[in-house]
């Protein structure tokens, strides 16, 4: 059974930083990509960054630059996968209040971003911004 869970969220000032945290377990040992999207109110989804087992990155549009995407190193623990993924956000702006979701890729889902499908969804993180 994969599990998703992100943590990290809370209130940040505008201008600030914060790093999100996420671990991601049980999933198939195939699974090459995992990415970080989020939702603002009242607004769609967007991806944020994807990030591939061989390091590769790829940035939504207009993400590059306050976003940093990076994973910890893959661990099997009684043939359970279970990684670690963190987004940094630097220089926080109003748009940037939002639930941010840790994704991990499934075959056949719905949801395309950064050349892979993502459908193992945690249950997200919320950021809230403060002037």
């Known amino acids: 059974q994969v599990q998703v869970v992100e943590s990290g969220g809370g209130e940040v000032p505008a201008g600030g930083s914060l790093k999100l945290s996420c671990v991601a377990s049980?999933?198939?040992?195939?699974?090459?990509?995992m990415a970080w999207f989020r939702q603002a109110a009242g607004k769609e989804v967007e991806g944020i960054a994807t990030?591939?087992?061989?390091?590769?990155?790829?940035?939504?549009?207009?993400?590059?630059g306050r976003f940093t995407i990076s994973q910890g190193q893959a661990t099997i623990s009684q043939d359970i996968m279970k990684h670690n993924l963190y987004l940094q956000i630097d220089n926080v702006q109003p748009e940037d209040d939002a639930t941010y979701y840790c994704?991990?890729?499934?075959?056949?889902?719905?949801?395309?971003?950064?050349?892979?499908?993502?459908?193992?969804w945690g249950q997200g993180t919320k950021v809230i911004v403060s002037s």
């Open positions: 990030i591939r087992g061989d390091g590769r990155i790829e940035y939504g549009e207009t993400m590059e």
């Open positions: 994704v991990v890729e499934r075959a056949f889902a719905p949801t395309y971003f950064g050349g892979c499908r993502f459908g193992y």
């Open positions: 049980g999933y198939p040992y195939n699974t090459n990509c």
